[in-house]
């Protein structure tokens, strides 16, 4: 499957990957704005807005053995439609490497935040329900965590090679979701950043956002 418009050499990129570590460099690199386009994501766009600063955890996870494939900050607030929008921080990845997978959950469970697993070995697996992310006027709009679909999952990973594309399709994807709604759910991400080791010690101010929401988030 090729994606429209995607450029020759970014196409030849992806197709190129030929491990788990390979796909994450490439992930952090478009990440980074170094790669125009990525599989499974509109050609020739990057990261959302809201995301810009939440670039150097994902990447980094990227490079550990961790890959992204959609984040939110947590936001609280008025939209530019007038609406009143809840985000929690949340975070969905595959990992392929067991003791990658252990070492996030048991992070994740540490500090109190929501993990959801959908494990898609061929013979079966862990499959839980997904958590609501973001609300509208107080009514759900988007959630982390359900399982992917074949059909959604052959159009998530385009342009790689088959064995590759077999691995993180088979992976385990996990969800880290922030319980609090709004800007105090962003110590998701020094969480991970201690995870990862980017951080060594968790920072006296919390992070925030100031980018307001339209309608629903991905990355």
């Given at each position: 499957m090729?994606?429209?418009?995607?450029?020759?050499t970014?196409?030849r990129?992806?197709k190129?990957?030929k491990t788990?570590?390979?796909?994450g460099?490439?992930?952090?690199l478009?990440?980074?704005?170094?790669?125009?386009s990525r599989?499974?994501?509109?050609?020739?766009?990057?990261?959302?807005d809201?995301?810009t600063?939440?670039?150097?955890t994902?990447?980094t996870l990227c490079?550990?053995?961790?890959?992204?494939?959609?984040?939110?900050?947590?936001?609280?607030?008025?939209?530019?439609d007038?609406?009143w929008?809840?985000q929690?921080?949340?975070l969905?990845?595959?990992?392929?490497?067991p003791?990658?997978?252990?070492?996030?959950?048991?992070?994740?469970?540490?500090?109190g935040?929501?993990?959801?697993?959908n494990?898609?070995?061929?013979d079966?697996?862990?499959?839980?329900?997904?958590?609501?992310?973001?609300t509208r006027?107080?009514?759900?709009?988007?959630?982390f965590?359900?399982?992917?679909s074949?059909?959604?999952?052959?159009?998530?990973?385009?342009?790689?090679?088959r064995?590759?594309?077999?691995?993180v399709?088979?992976g385990?994807?996990?969800?880290?979701?922030a319980?609090?709604?709004?800007?105090?759910?962003?110590?998701?991400?020094?969480?991970?950043?201690l995870?990862?080791g980017r951080r060594?010690?968790?920072?006296a101010?919390?992070?925030?956002?100031s980018t307001?929401?339209?309608g629903?988030?991905s990355?």
């Amino acid at each position: 499957m090729k994606l429209p418009w995607m450029s020759r050499t970014d196409r030849r990129r992806w197709k190129s990957a030929k491990t788990v570590a390979d796909l994450g460099e490439l992930m952090a690199l478009w990440l980074e704005g170094q790669i125009a386009s990525r599989p499974g994501y509109q050609p020739r766009y990057g990261p959302d807005d809201e995301t810009t600063h939440l670039v150097p955890t994902l990447a980094t996870l990227c490079r550990a053995g961790y890959v992204t494939t959609c984040s939110q900050p947590g936001f609280a607030g008025t939209g530019t439609d007038g609406l009143w929008w809840e985000q929690r921080a949340a975070l969905e990845l595959v990992v392929t490497d067991p003791t990658l997978f252990h070492r996030l959950v048991n992070a994740a469970y540490a500090a109190g935040m929501f993990v959801r697993i959908n494990d898609h070995r061929p013979d079966g697996g862990v499959r839980e329900q997904p958590v609501v992310v973001t609300t509208r006027d107080g009514e759900p709009v988007t959630a982390f965590g359900g399982r992917i679909s074949r059909a959604d999952m052959a159009i998530q990973w385009p342009e790689l090679n088959r064995d590759l594309c077999r691995q993180v399709s088979t992976g385990t994807y996990v969800s880290v979701i922030a319980p609090e709604y709004g800007p105090d759910g962003d110590r998701l991400w020094i969480t991970l950043d201690l995870l990862t080791g980017r951080r060594q010690n968790d920072p006296a101010d919390p992070w925030s956002s100031s980018t307001q929401p339209t309608g629903p988030r991905s990355r």
